[in-house]
């Protein structure tokens, strides 16, 4: 499996590409923003979006999709919770992102525990909300992978503090993250890449989770 990170926008979002090895179809990852960009990185790698996937809802993480629909439709995947306000007026960060257009493609609803088969690879959805209400990560279990999100940062967590968000709940669901193999290396929404095993022994939320819920 390849992966190649780009980080776009103004908060330098990870926007992952994900393709299987010799594969021709790519899965994209937080598409937030600098379409162009990651359009000429499909080009002249002769990959072609098999679908969006969506960590959550904020605009700095799904900014770029509609230009990137508009080169390469494909299906876009994002929690059910999240489509009820990520295209609305409630999702503006200005100056920097402004509500993003809803998708005229086709939209779909993940679930807890579901497994995604895209482009060759198999994305298994692990809800974590907490930063938001309907956040999720992406586990591709046989490449011990997780796509994080905001949910889980080098040494950090996702800030709890916006509309949505939840210090307890994270808690819940870091303590989900926690079960997975200490090798899993962890693509977060923002940062350097990490491991289980380095986040266990270096970050305190994530060791001690209940000192987000006081």
Same mark, same amino acid.
């Given at each position: 499996?390849?992966i190649e990170?780009m980080a @776009?926008?103004?908060?330098? @979002?990870?926007c992952y =590409?994900?393709?299987?090895?010799?594969?021709? *179809? /790519?899965? @994209? =990852?937080?598409?937030g923003? *600098?379409?162009?960009a990651i359009?000429?990185y499909?080009r002249v790698a002769?990959l072609k979006?098999?679908?969006?996937?969506?960590t959550?809802?904020?605009?700095?993480?799904?900014?770029?999709? *509609?230009q990137?629909?508009?080169a390469?439709p494909?299906?876009v995947?994002?929690?059910?919770e999240e489509?009820?306000?990520?295209?609305?007026?409630r999702?503006?960060?200005?100056?920097?992102?402004?509500?993003?257009?809803k998708p005229?493609?086709?939209?779909?609803? &993940?679930?807890?525990?579901e497994? !995604?088969s895209l /482009?060759g690879?198999?994305?298994r959805? &692990?809800?974590?909300?907490?930063h938001t209400p309907g956040?999720?990560?992406y586990y591709v *279990?046989?490449?011990q992978?997780?796509?994080?999100?905001?949910?889980l940062f080098?040494g950090? !967590?996702?800030?709890?503090?916006l509309p949505g968000?939840?210090?307890r709940v994270l /808690?819940?669901?870091?303590k989900?993250l926690?079960?997975?193999?200490p090798t899993?290396?962890?693509?977060?929404?923002?940062g350097?890449d990490s491991t289980?095993?380095d986040?266990?022994r270096?970050? &305190?939320?994530?060791?001690?989770p /209940? @000192?987000l819920?006081?």
């Amino acid at each position: 499996m390849h992966i190649e990170t780009m980080a @776009v926008g103004p908060y330098e @979002v990870n926007c992952y =590409i994900v393709s299987a090895t010799g594969g021709a *179809e /790519a899965v @994209v =990852i937080d598409p937030g923003a *600098e379409a162009e960009a990651i359009t000429q990185y499909l080009r002249v790698a002769r990959l072609k979006p098999a679908a969006y996937l969506l960590t959550h809802g904020h605009a700095d993480h799904i900014g770029g999709l *509609e230009q990137l629909l508009a080169a390469f439709p494909a299906p876009v995947y994002m929690q059910a919770e999240e489509q009820r306000w990520a295209f609305s007026p409630r999702n503006s960060i200005p100056p920097f992102y402004f509500p993003p257009s809803k998708p005229p493609t086709d939209l779909r609803a &993940i679930h807890d525990g579901e497994d !995604v088969s895209l /482009a060759g690879i198999t994305f298994r959805v &692990i809800a974590t909300p907490g930063h938001t209400p309907g956040g999720v990560c992406y586990y591709v *279990e046989q490449e011990q992978a997780l796509f994080s999100g905001d949910t889980l940062f080098q040494g950090s !967590v996702g800030r709890t503090d916006l509309p949505g968000g939840d210090g307890r709940v994270l /808690a819940q669901s870091l303590k989900k993250l926690a079960l997975l193999p200490p090798t899993t290396c962890v693509y977060p929404g923002h940062g350097p890449d990490s491991t289980i095993a380095d986040e266990q022994r270096g970050n &305190i939320y994530f060791r001690a989770p /209940a @000192v987000l819920q006081t």
